[in-house]
């Protein structure tokens, strides 16, 4: 039976109160000297996950990329994969992502029947995670991709029963995700309700480009909160939201959902 230390720490967080902070690194966007200053960044500023992927991932830096996050950072690593080709054992994990805020059956199904026999080969933990994609203002790399329309971002009831019905198909955790380069973030309200749908943890990204909205999104109910672009332009920026998120731990009151 497989190890399942990465979701019973999430569950475990979950029971307890607590946030947890993920940095999404696009290998499309990162060299090496890129990849060492985030590093630098984490030693001194906590997050608990690296998250690795993209819509596109269109050069060969990822296999470099996650071997240098294992062999500098004791983080772990999860790949937030596109499609099948992405896989990767040096990870830790992967995110088994099924677009359940979409109708296109190869992100629903086909790409996980491709890569089914190479995951059942690896030693990878196995997230499988609803996806749902919120409209965050602007057409995302994402929405254009998976050629999906993104679920309306004043629609908190639709997303609610979504990561119900994804919740009743076993899947472990919700992603609410505004995209790379969003406009804006998940309204607390759409977080809001999709926590009191559902039980598993919920990670949510996009347009969490200051510490107000990564803050609101915690108090809204998001487990994990993902940055990615921001730190891009602004790394000091992963010092203030890496701060947010464990002074928002240091007081249990103010974490309970």
């Known amino acids: 039976m497989r190890l399942t230390r990465l979701h019973d720490a999430l569950q475990d967080r979950r029971h307890r ?23 630098e960044l ?21 296999a470099a990329l996650i071997r240098l996050l294992k062999s500098t950072s004791s983080v772990p690593v999860v790949l937030f994969p596109s499609n099948s080709l992405h896989i990767d054992s040096q990870a ?28 059942r080969e ?18 995302t790399t994402a929405s254009y991709m998976s050629g999906t329309t993104p679920l309306p971002h004043d629609k908190p009831a639709i997303a609610a029963c979504t990561a119900m019905a994804g919740e009743q198909l ?18 607390p309200a759409m977080i809001r309700a999709v926590r009191q749908a559902v039980e598993v943890p919920i990670v949510v990204g996009g347009g969490l ?3 107000e909205k990564a803050h609101a999104a915690l108090l809204a109910g998001a487990d994990v909160i993902v940055v990615g672009n921001q730190i891009e332009h602004d790394p000091d920026f992963l010092g203030a939201v890496s701060q947010t998120v464990r002074a928002f731990n240091a007081v249990p009151s103010a974490s309970l959902n």
């Open 17 to 39: 109160g607590q946030k947890a902070l993920a940095v999404l690194l696009d290998p499309d966007n990162l060299d090496e000297a890129g990849t060492r200053r985030i590093l």
């Open 170 to 187: 076993g899947l472990r955790l919700i992603y609410l995700d505004g995209g790379s380069g969003a406009l804006h973030p998940i309204s």
């Open 92 to 119: 830790d994990g992967i995110l088994l992502l099924s677009l359940i805020s979409g109708r296109n059956p190869d992100f629903l199904i086909g790409q996980h029947v491709v890569a089914a026999p190479l995951l």
């Open 122 to 139: 690896s030693p990878l933990e196995i997230l499988p995670t609803g996806y749902m994609l919120v409209d965050s203002g602007r057409q």
């Open 209 to 211: 480009n200051t510490v």
């Open 42 to 62: 984490t030693a001194t500023h906590p997050v608990d996950y690296f998250f690795v992927g993209g819509s596109l991932v269109t050069t060969r830096h990822q």
